[in-house]
């Protein structure tokens, strides 16, 4: 199939298919293409495009240039969303203790203080003592807008 852009002699342009070159010309010597506005048989052609379907996926193929990369960014977004989650339950169900957090925490490894949920700030020495007492504590993933 091929689609012709037809222009008639009162230059209204329309569309019309065709099963080939040879098609549009029987049909045009017979005056079988007439214009849709005005009815006109005289109509020549204006620009050819054959193969429309493949130009007219293009532009589609072009938004997802790099389906890879959007697929990653999906994950990321993912990630991001679970971090979220995950600092949100954090944060309702503990206790901000701040630069305390290493103190705190050995504080209950050791009973001295009741456990319960605590978060805070820890330098990495901290993190590294607290890591070498056998002490358990998770990192709470930085999210996007800290960096901010
Ligand atoms: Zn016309």
Redesign the pocket.
């Known amino acids: 199939m091929i689609r012709y852009r037809l222009q008639?002699?009162?230059?209204?342009e329309?569309e019309a298919w065709f099963k080939g070159s040879a098609d549009y010309d029987r049909q045009s010597r017979r005056k079988l293409v007439t214009?849709?506005?005005?009815?006109?048989a005289k109509?020549t052609k204006a620009i050819m495009a054959p193969n429309v379907s493949a130009s007219r996926s293009k532009p589609a193929e072009m938004t997802v240039a790099n389906p890879e990369a959007a697929a990653q960014a999906d994950k990321k977004r993912e990630l991001v969303a679970l971090m979220r989650q995950l600092r949100s339950e954090v944060e309702k169900n503990a206790e901000f203790v701040g630069p305390r957090f290493a103190e705190e925490a050995r504080k209950m490894h050791y009973e001295e203080v009741e456990r319960r949920g605590i978060y805070g700030e820890a330098t990495q020495e901290e993190a590294r003592d607290l890591h070498e007492e056998g002490i358990e504590f998770y990192p709470l993933p930085p999210l996007p807008e800290d960096r901010n």
Do not use: D
């Open positions: 008639c002699n009162k230059r209204h329309f214009c849709p506005e005005c009815g006109s109509v």
